[in-house]
């Protein structure tokens, strides 16, 4: 079984999660779009820092931003998580599929 790979996409997408700031942005832009300056209050941190964690959210293709005026509204894009949610099950299903080879080795050999 082969395994579809956008490696370079799923890596990108599993970096971004890694980090419990940047799931929690992706938690609340899912539910509402929200400015970087209304994100950067949420957070004990820089709003260059909380930009930072939203252009790597952005570049895992988890988030777009849109100008409204002076303004970046950023709104989760849930494609990405879907793709990778894909690739999780296709490994699932070859993990399953090992085992199952294993068991029945086990049961020939009884």
Sequence with gaps: M???SGV????RV???LADATRRDILTRV???GMSVSELARLYPMSFAAVQKHVVVLERAALVSKTRRGREQIVRGEVEALRRVARLL???ERLWRHRAAAIEE???EEQ
């Excluded at 370079?8 to 890596?11: I, L, N, T, V």
């Design 2 to 4: 082969v395994v579809d």
């Design 8 to 11: 370079a996409d799923a890596d």
């Design 14 to 16: 599993f970096h971004a």
């Design 30 to 32: 899912i539910r509402s």
């Design 89 to 91: 099950d296709a490994y």
């Design 105 to 107: 080795i086990l049961e």
